[in-house]
């Protein structure tokens, strides 16, 4: 068996910084309401109830990260998901708190069904 050979600095960097795009909850409400294809700046400003200055400054650090796709039309800005593998990412760490949550409630009725005895 090869000792396994360690990994580059580099590498580990950009794997943190492309995690640390998905560890802000804005930015997940954004990529949630992009599930459905495009939507315009003022829809998502709208539907997050905060600021348009918010929304760009979440909107453009998802675009650098190369998550999101942006297409202008007149004066309106456009934002869709460009990496779809994104969403399958959520799915798995869903899946997984789910089943710890799950797994919690199981030991809550435990504890409260002993307790009744």
Do not use: W
Not at 16 to 34: G, T
Not at 70 to 77: Q, Y
Not at 85 to 96: G, P
């Amino acid at each position: 068996m090869e000792p396994m050979q360690p990994v580059p600095q580099e590498v580990l960097q950009q794997v943190a910084e492309y995690f640390s795009v998905l560890a802000e909850p804005m930015r997940l409400k954004i990529l949630n309401l992009l599930r459905n294809g495009e939507k315009c700046v003022q829809d998502l400003v709208e539907a997050t109830q905060t600021s348009q200055a918010n929304v760009s400054k979440h909107l453009k650090v998802m675009l650098q990260a190369g998550i999101l796709h942006r297409r202008t039309e007149g004066t309106s800005a456009y934002y869709s998901v460009k990496d779809e593998l994104i969403f399958e990412l959520c799915n798995l760490v869903c899946d997984r708190l789910a089943t710890r949550i799950e797994q919690q409630a199981r030991h809550f009725r435990d504890f409260s069904l002993t307790a009744k005895k």
